[in-house]
């Protein structure tokens, strides 16, 4: 049996029954060995409802305007003629070297063992260093707080047996969550079943991140080079009218 | 496969805003004024000497005010603490805040140790404020190896803050903008056109204008040395032979924003050397077209650098607004720049009669 909750999505309705019976998942666990957790996205799966922005908003209540994780959308087209939508779900990579970290002049950012990179809110002073530094914009400076801000792949749930918000809210079951040093857990089962066709982003930052894509554009992993919507679009706040 | 349009992109604002411009500026030219007041009150150079009091005056007025602008960007104050309190010395900004105490008490003593016979010469003339200026003086003395020690200090404060001010913008590999090892140089330099546009201001103010050819001849040189820096960056990043200057040009290919800039740094800075060399007694065009090169370097590199989307393709233009952070921020400094000014040159004269 494995030594850790397997916090798939799947596997988390079959345990709910015992989650309700006050028999929480995680306190099953025998601390063999610690777990690791990490995210797979399944772009096929995605429709672009940002199900999954909404309920990171309201989980952690970020500021308006100002997201941990999104869905950004594209409309690409082929040689052919073709157009088609194309999704990248973004959040923190919870990356194994994340440059957030050696920045920040008075060590707020840190990484737990679990692989899970938080922010220590007391130790922030805003300084916004890690802002910069994090390749995949995933950080911000929250307009309540002052202090960084980021995707803590919903450590308070995690540690409460429960999956990230954005996982639980997924409705085609875009986004798995789970513990990839379980062999058992359905993370690493899909990350094992598509070996070779999982990508992640920027990988040239060499930060190793721990978010996997299935599906991935590979024009769409970093800087796009195309145009924005926005940018086209008549907006009454800056365009008058 | 054409290009992808983005339908919905989440640009990230400026994360740092206009305050880190105005840090980097008045650093960088108070640091840059400080070293040009060596010649003249330390080695005692006769032709330096006029140009050495309003250098100390320059890195006195920026020195003092560039770390209010840095504070501000904290959004609170007192959390500057946390920089002593747990400080990770494996992050530039954090040896940042060892490097700018130490520059200004080698910076605040040089200056009280130059300026104590002066100060004492004050306090014999009688009125008001004698009894303060004795008090400044304590006993007057001029004592030229106590200045070359102070001065020691500072420079070592000075070079420290320009070495951690560039590696602190170069280390950040996700803007490509940031990520060339010219960028330390670039800001540097551009740091000495300013001191020197800064020295020469006050030069044309308070001075005689005697000193105006010998502020060119440095100027010229570092408005070529800042077009040598620019063309090298360019270089690299069209021939592909560094990465990140390739990957910020193709980002900034086809922006109409980004030409019209570079065509307008290019054309001032040239126009800068072009006034420094064949104009060389002027001093308040090539000085102010001088400290307009040195702000236009920081607020590209920083307020540019940053509309560089990292992910997308949406970008979040930084646009001024009447707002703290922005416009009222930037006025508000220069207001604090001018009160340091008019409280330094009421206190103490700075003019050559006062030196005679």
């Not at chain 1, 002049?105 to 899970?116: C, H, L, M, S, Y």
Request: aromatic content about 8%; overall charge neutral; hydrophobic content about 50%.
């Amino acid at each position: 049996m494995s030594s850790h909750p397997d916090l798939s999505r799947r596997a988390f309705f079959t345990a709910l029954p015992a989650v309700t019976a006050g028999l929480a998942v995680p306190a099953q666990a025998a601390e063999d060995s610690k777990p690791h957790w990490s995210m797979l996205v399944d772009t096929r799966r995605c429709i672009a409802c940002q199900a999954c922005t909404m309920a990171c908003s309201m989980e952690n209540a970020s500021p308006e305007g100002e997201f941990r994780t999104v869905v950004a959308t594209y409309a690409v087209s082929t040689q052919e003629g073709k157009t088609g939508l194309a999704v990248l779900p973004r959040l923190c990579n919870h990356c194994e070297q994340p440059p957030c970290i050696p920045v920040c002049p008075v060590g707020a950012t840190f990484k737990r063992e679990d692989g899970i990179v938080l922010v220590d809110g007391e130790r922030c002073v805003g300084c916004a260093y890690c802002v910069q530094a994090c390749p995949y914009d995933a950080r911000f400076v929250n307009h309540h707080t002052g202090k960084a801000d980021k995707c803590t792949f919903c450590s308070h749930r995690v540690e409460a047996g429960l999956l990230p918000a954005c996982v639980e809210t997924c409705v085609g079951g875009a986004r798995i969550f789970g513990d990839v040093n379980d062999p058992q857990s359905d993370i690493s089962q899909r990350l094992k079943a598509a070996e070779g066709k999982t990508r992640v982003l920027k990988p040239e930052a060499g930060t190793n991140p721990h978010v996997f894509y299935i599906g991935l554009d590979d024009q769409l992993s970093g800087r796009v080079d195309g145009v924005s919507a926005a940018d086209m679009m008549w907006r009454p706040g800056h365009q008058g009218g | 496969m054409n290009h992808p349009v983005e339908i919905l992109g989440f640009a990230r604002e400026a994360a740092w805003l206009p305050w880190a411009v105005q840090y980097f500026f008045l650093i960088g030219i108070s640091t840059a004024a400080f070293f040009l007041s060596l010649p003249g009150l330390v080695w005692r150079l006769p032709a330096w000497q006029g140009i050495g009091r309003r250098a100390l005056l320059a890195a006195l007025v920026c020195g003092l005010t560039a770390p209010v602008a840095l504070l501000a960007d904290l959004h609170q104050p007192g959390r500057f603490l946390n920089f002593y309190l747990h400080p990770n010395l494996g992050s530039w900004m954090a040896w940042g805040s060892f490097f700018i105490p130490l520059y200004l008490i080698g910076l605040l003593l040089y200056a009280w140790l130059c300026l104590r016979p002066q100060l004492a010469a004050l306090a014999e003339r009688g009125g008001q404020l004698s009894a303060l200026y004795r008090r400044l003086a304590y006993g007057g003395h001029d004592s030229p190896g106590a200045i070359r020690a102070a001065a020691v200090v500072g420079a070592l404060g000075a070079l420290l803050i320009l070495l951690y001010t560039g590696m602190e913008v170069m280390v950040v590999e996700a803007r490509p903008l940031w990520h060339t090892p010219l960028l330390p140089l670039l800001f540097a330099v551009s740091a000495v056109s300013g001191g020197l546009g800064m020295v020469g201001l006050f030069e044309a103010l308070i001075g005689q204008g005697a000193a105006a050819p010998l502020i060119n001849r440095w100027q010229e040189r570092s408005q070529w040395l800042t077009l040598g820096l620019l063309a090298a960056w360019l270089l690299l990043a069209v021939s592909g032979l560094a990465a990140s200057p390739a990957d910020a040009l193709a980002a900034m290919r086809g922006s109409l924003g980004w030409l019209l800039s570079a065509a307008w740094l290019l054309g001032t800075t040239a126009l800068t050397l072009w006034l420094a060399r064949s104009r060389r007694d002027v001093l308040l065009w090539p000085a102010l077209l001088a400290l307009h090169g040195a702000w236009l370097v920081r607020w590209m590199v920083f307020m540019g650098g940053q509309n560089m989307p990292k992910m997308g393709a949406s970008t979040h233009i930084y646009a001024l607004s009447l707002s703290p952070d922005s416009v009222l921020g930037i006025v508000g400094m220069a207001g604090l720049c001018l009160t340091v000014y008019i409280i330094l040159t009421s206190i103490i004269p700075w003019d050559d009669r006062a030196e005679a």
